[in-house]
Structure formats: structure tokens, C-alpha cells
């Protein structure tokens, strides 16, 4: 079977559970690493905007999507080599990919890269404000910068220590 539609099988075969137990899929990939086959499976708290921002993914809940997946795959069983199912969430440095991202994560620090300059850079790192026009916007030292989500090539939470 090829690889996107395993991914997106599983995905549409996992979304009831995921959404009973309270997370989401935030990415899955099914790829090849030297000689092996990896399953990677992302998954973080579901969020809908409003809602009080969710805690992190633990270990715990890695493990219990990975017995749900496990025993899925083992029924289905759509993969005809060996392979290795990872399940874990997308980190403390996840990659944000949309608006909804940006309006879940406001107040927390985020890096930012455009496909062109805007203010003569092309790198921002600030914190999210809650988006405005539909455009991001980032407290940085220079100031407030609203960014067009469709300028945007890159962006991803940042730790600041």
C-alpha cells in the first residue's frame, strides 16, 4: 500500500478514538531510514478556539495511542514489511501551520520565517498576539509586526531560556 494512503487511512481510522480520549492527530509520515520502515505518528490535546489552552503530551498518553494504533495495525495489518511504530507528540518547538495555530499558542514566543523581507528581515522571533485581519502578529523588540499568514515559509514555538 503506498504511503499516503496509509497515513490517511489510519488517520480517518483513528480519528474517533483520538477524539474520545481528547487529542488529535497532528501529523503521521510512514518513511523509509536507511534500511528500516518507520510509522511516526504526532499527536497532541485537542483544542478548539476558546477553550483554555491544553497541557502538554506525556509519555503516557504516547503509550496509549501506541497500544490503541498497535492493536489497530495488527488487525488491519496494511503494511507488508517490518517497520517501527513511533507514537509521540510534536515538542516543545512544534511547527505552527495556520492561523488556528497562531490564535491557540498567542502569549507563548514563536520564530518566524517569510518567504520575503518585511522590515528588512526575513527572520522574526517575538511573541504571538492574537491574529488581527487575518494576519499573524509577533511582539518583537521592533515593535508590533503583522505578518500575512501567505508570507510566512516557516514558523515554529521557540524556547527562551
Known amino acids: 500500500m503506498a504511503k499516503e494512503k496509509i497515513t490517511e487511512r489510519l488517520a480517518e481510522a483513528l480519528a474517533p478514538f483520538l477524539a474520545e480520549n481528547g487529542y488529535s492527530l497532528f501529523h503521521s509520515e510512514f518513511k523509509k531510514e536507511g534500511k528500516d520502515r518507520v510509522l511516526r505518528l504526532f499527536i497532541e490535546f485537542a483544542w478548539e478556539p476558546g477553550q483554555e489552552k491544553p ?3 506525556g509519555t503516557e498518553d504516547c503509550e496509549k495511542v501506541s497500544r490503541y494504533v498497535s492493536d489497530l495495525l495488527d488487525q488491519w495489518d496494511p ?16 511547527p ?5 495555530d497562531f490564535l491557540r499558542f498567542a502569549g507563548e514566543t514563536a520564530e518566524i520565517s517569510l518567504y520575503e523581507p518585511l ?14 485581519d487575518g494576519a499573524v502578529r509577533l511582539e518583537t523588540p521592533q ?19
Do not use: D, W
Open 119 to 132: 522590515n528588512g528581515s526575513k527572520r522574526l522571533q517575538g511573541v504571538i498576539l492574537a491574529p488581527e
Open 79 to 94: 503494511i507488508e514489511q517490518n517497520y517501527t511504530l513511533e507514537v509521540s507528540s510534536p515538542g516543545l518547538e512544534r
Open 55 to 57: 497541557g502538554y503530551i
Open 143 to 161: 515593535g508590533v509586526q503583522a505578518i500575512p499568514l501567505e508570507k510566512i515559509a516557516k514558523a515554529k514555538l521557540s524556547i527562551v531560556f
Open 96 to 100: 505552527l501551520r495556520g492561523m488556528e
